[in-house]
Antibody, heavy 121, light 107 residues
Framework: QLQLQESGPRLVKPSETLSLTCAVS??????????WGWIRQPPGKGLEWIGS???????YYKSSLKNRVTISLDTSKKQFSLSLTYVTAADTAVYYCARENHKFGDAFDIWGQGTLVTVSS | DIQMTQAPSSLSASVGDRVTIICRASQAVSNSLAWYQQKPGKAPKLLLY???RMESGVPSRFSGSGSGTDYTLTISSLQPEDFATYYC?????????FGQGTKVEIK
C-alpha cells in the first residue's frame, strides 16, 4: 500500500523558514486521481489544514497562512514539499502530509506518520 | 471559510455504549464530509467519507448520516479500541476545514 514519509529539520529558529518534504512510495503522485496536502496539529490541539497541491501544480492554501506558505510538487522525485516562512512559536506542531483521493470524495485517505517541528531559538 | 463545529468536545462512555457525535457546518456541504479517528501519537485514520460511506476495513459498528449542514457519527457498541479523538472534515470547497474534535474517554 502507498506510504507517505515526512522529512526535514525538527528544530527551526524564529523568523526562519520551515521546510518539509513528503516522499511518496509509488507513482500515484503522477495520477490525476489524487491531490496532496499538508495538515498540522499543535501539541494538544486539533487538526489544521495548511494547503493542498494538485497534479497540475496549482495549489490552495489556508487564508491565514497564504502569505507565508508554498506547497510544491516534484513528480520526478515522487515527492511534494512544504515551505513556511517567518515562523514563530505558534507554528510548533506535528506536521502531516496526506493524500486527497477523488475516489473517496476528496477525503484524506492516506497519511504520513507525522513529524514534530519545534520553533525555538 | 466553512466552519465545522463538533459536539460534544468530549464524552465519557462505557464499553458497549452507543455513542453519537454531531458535526455542524456553517453552510451546506452536500455530503462532502469525512470522519477520522485519531489515537494518541498516531496520524488520523479515515473512517467514513461522503458522510456515510465506510472506508475499507472499518468495523460496521461505525456509521455516518446527515445532510445539508448537520451530520452524525455513530458507534453502535463502543469497543475498547474505539477510545480516541474523532474529527469531521469538509471537502466541499477550499479551504478544507476540520471540526475541533471529540475525545471519547472511558467512563
Amino acid at each position: 500500500q502507498l506510504q507517505l514519509q515526512e522529512s526535514g529539520p525538527r528544530l527551526v529558529k524564529p523568523s526562519e523558514t520551515l521546510s518539509l518534504t513528503c516522499a511518496v512510495s509509488d507513482d500515484s503522485i503522477r495520477s490525476t486521481t489524487y491531490y496532496w496536502g499538508w495538515i498540522r496539529q499543535p501539541p494538544g490541539k486539533g487538526l489544521e489544514w495548511i494547503g493542498s497541491v494538485y497534479h497540475s501544480g496549482s495549489s490552495y492554501y489556508k487564508s491565514s497562512l497564504k502569505n507565508r506558505v508554498t506547497i510544491s510538487l516534484d513528480t520526478s522525485k515522487k515527492q511534494f514539499s512544504l515551505s513556511l516562512t517567518y515562523v514563530t512559536a505558534a507554528d510548533t506542531a506535528v506536521y502531516y502530509c496526506a493524500r486527497e483521493n477523488h475516489k473517496f470524495g476528496d477525503a484524506f485517505d492516506i497519511w504520513g506518520q507525522g513529524t514534530l517541528v519545534t520553533v525555538s531559538s | 471559510d466553512i466552519q465545522m463545529t463538533q459536539a460534544p468536545s468530549s464524552l465519557s462512555a462505557s464499553v458497549g455504549d452507543r455513542v453519537t457525535i454531531i458535526c455542524r457546518a456553517s453552510q451546506a456541504v452536500s455530503n462532502s464530509l469525512a470522519w477520522y479517528q485519531q489515537k494518541p501519537g498516531k496520524a488520523p485514520k479515515l473512517l467514513l467519507y461522503e458522510a456515510s460511506r465506510m472506508e475499507s476495513g472499518v468495523p460496521s459498528r461505525f456509521s455516518g448520516s446527515g445532510s445539508g449542514t448537520d451530520y452524525t457519527l455513530t458507534i453502535s457498541s463502543l469497543q475498547p479500541e474505539d477510545f480516541a479523538t474523532y474529527y469531521c472534515q469538509q471537502y466541499y470547497n477550499m479551504p478544507r476545514t476540520f471540526g475541533q474534535g471529540t475525545k471519547v474517554e472511558i467512563k
